[in-house]
């Protein structure tokens, strides 16, 4: 093969690499709303007191987000919700959809304020 013919081959291999690298814009934002939620669901955690604790765990299954936020969701704020929202998000930005992956981190950050 000559030096001209791989010139065009591995331009594309370098333009595909860039395309992917390119394509999940939203998967930076949707990480700093997911600490942002999980300082949020913690800090609310803490704030209602001790209550008894719930089968899981008794169990000795390890706390998750979306656990704390389904037993802690009080002061009229629900986590899961926003919970809800960064798994659209993250859904979205992995098919593509810029678009609809903003509008489920606004949704997540309206949230949280």
Same mark, same amino acid.
């Given at each position: 093969?000559t030096? #001209?013919?791989?010139?065009p ?7 595909? *690499?860039?395309s992917?690298?390119?394509?999940? #814009?939203?998967a ?5 709303t997911?600490v ?5 669901i ?5 704030? /209602? ?11 000795? /299954?390890?706390? #998750?987000?979306r ?10 704020v629900?986590f #899961? ?9 993250? *859904?979205?930005? /992995? ?11 606004? /949704? ?6």
């Open positions: 093969m030096s #001209t013919a791989k010139f081959i591995a331009l594309l291999i370098l333009l595909c *690499a860039a992917s690298a390119l394509a999940g #814009t939203c930076d934002e949707i990480a700093r997911q942002q939620l999980d300082r949020a913690e800090k609310d955690a803490g704030s /209602h007191g001790w209550k008894p604790e719930s089968l899981n765990a008794l169990r000795s /299954h390890q706390p #998750t987000p656990s704390l936020a389904e037993a802690e969701s009080g002061d009229g629900d #899961t919700v926003a919970l809800d929202s960064l798994d659209r998000a993250r *859904a979205a930005d /992995h098919i593509g959809d810029m678009r609809a992956c903003r509008r489920e981190l606004a /949704h997540a950050r309206a949230i949280l304020r």
